[in-house]
């Protein structure tokens, strides 16, 4: 199985400051198609799951540009540029090469 | 608009049984792949099982093989899960997860219901 690491569990940034997530996978995401199945989801507090990022760095639909991903093979990363209210709750990183396992979510809060 | 509406969550005993439905609109239903995914109460997400469009392909986490059944109706819109001895740490919120995409083999989750709670308790 391949698993999920993410770091940090858990963020408090000033609302206009930068924010990071660390996302490692055990094995490497790269399919032979060439694409990288690693995706990222929002939880906002009460919400279900919403899709932000796939494929590394593709925002979908509606994403504010605030959201970045980056990485490739085994290293991933999630930028807020620039830190909203309304971008509280927990994200998860999640891949989608071999069936689909979560990371353990990264809580962020606002100072 | 997309909806999916989970249904069928509630209260069992270790070792009973519970049906799960998930009624899909806003989308040609038939042509995408679903998933459960669930949450135990604080904890993070994990994937449960798969199927695809015309049900040929299905897949479950190690950790509900052979206890779980996933089927689909294509004429009614709906997901299902058929849940058997039911253990304490299958208590969770289960979502019906839609797959983005209705031709690409590998696509992440784009579109999830409101989940339906799951308690496994005496």
């Known amino acids: 199985d391949i698993v999920m690491t993410q770091t940090p569990l858990s963020l408090s940034v000033t609302p206009g400051q930068p924010a990071s997530i660390s996302c490692k996978s055990s094995q490497s995401l790269l399919h032979s198609d060439g694409k990288t199945y690693l995706y990222w989801y929002l939880q906002k507090p009460g919400q279900s799951p919403q899709l932000l990022i796939y494929?590394?760095?593709s925002r979908f639909s509606g994403v504010p540009d605030r959201f970045s991903g980056s990485g490739s093979g085994t290293d991933f990363t999630l930028k807020i540029s620039r830190v909203e209210a309304e971008d509280v709750g927990v994200y998860y990183c999640m891949q989608g090469i071999h069936l689909w396992t979560f990371g353990q979510g990264t809580k962020v809060e606002i100072k | 608009e997309v909806q999916l509406v989970e249904s069928g969550g509630g209260l069992v005993q270790p070792g009973g049984s519970l049906r799960l439905s998930c009624a899909a609109s806003g989308f040609t239903f038939s042509s995408y792949s679903m998933n459960w995914v669930r949450q135990a109460p604080g904890k993070g997400l994990e994937w449960v099982s798969y199927i695809s469009s015309s049900s040929s392909t299905i897949y479950y986490a190690d950790s509900v093989k052979g206890r779980f059944t996933i089927s689909r109706d294509n004429a009614k819109n709906s997901l299902y899960l058929q849940m058997n001895s039911l253990r304490a740490e299958d208590t969770a919120v289960y979502y019906c997860?839609?797959?983005?995409?209705?031709?690409?083999?590998?696509?992440?989750?784009?579109?999830w219901g409101q989940g339906t709670l799951v308690t496994v308790s005496s």
């Open positions: 997860a839609k797959y983005s995409s209705s031709s690409a083999p590998l696509a992440p989750f784009d579109y």
């Open positions: 494929e590394v760095s």
